[in-house]
C-alpha cells in the first residue's frame, strides 16, 4: 500500500504564494511520473503541472498554461517527495490541490500504479 500526504494550502491573498508538498510512503520500489492537479467546485479535476522520472536529475516537467511563469514544479527521489511553488496566486487559482504518483510497487505483482493524495485546499481571496 502506498499513501499519498499533502501539505502546505491555506488562505492567501491575490498575488501572495503557497508551497504544497506531497510526501509518499509504503511499499515504494520507484516513484515514476508525480504531479499536481487541482479541482473547483463544479469543475472537473485537471492537470496543474507533472514531471517524470529522471533518475538523479529532474525529469520533463509539464505545465497547464494557467501555470506557466507562475507555479514550480520539483521533486526529490530521495524523499519521495513533490513540491509544487505557487506563486501571483489569482482568486481563479482557488480549490482543492491533489497529489497523483505513479508508483512501481515494490511487492509482487510488482504494479505500476496510480495513487492519490486526500487534497489540500486553496482559496485565494481578491
Known amino acids: 500500500q502506498v499513501q499519498l500526504v499533502e501539505s502546505g494550502g491555506g488562505l492567501v491573498q491575490a498575488g501572495g504564494s503557497l508551497r504544497l508538498s506531497c510526501v509518499a510512503s509504503?511499499?515504494?520500489?520507484?516513484?515514476?511520473?508525480m504531479g499536481w492537479y487541482r479541482q473547483a467546485p463544479g469543475n472537473e479535476r485537471e492537470l496543474v503541472a507533472r514531471?517524470?522520472?529522471?533518475?538523479?536529475?529532474?525529469?520533463?516537467?509539464d505545465y497547464a498554461d494557467s501555470a506557466k511563469g507562475r507555479f514550480t514544479l520539483s521533486r526529490n527521489n530521495a524523499r519521495d517527495t513533490v513540491h509544487l511553488q505557487v506563486d501571483s496566486l489569482k482568486p481563479d487559482d482557488s480549490a482543492v490541490y491533489y497529489c497523483?504518483?505513479?508508483?512501481?510497487?515494490?511487492?509482487?505483482?510488482?504494479?505500476?500504479?496510480?495513487?492519490w493524495g486526500q487534497g489540500t485546499q486553496v482559496t485565494v481571496s481578491s
Open positions: 497523483k504518483a505513479e508508483v512501481l510497487v515494490a511487492r509482487p505483482p510488482f504494479l505500476l500504479q496510480d495513487y
Open positions: 509504503g511499499s515504494i520500489w520507484l516513484m515514476s511520473t
Open positions: 514531471i517524470s522520472y529522471g533518475g538523479t536529475t529532474d525529469g520533463n516537467i
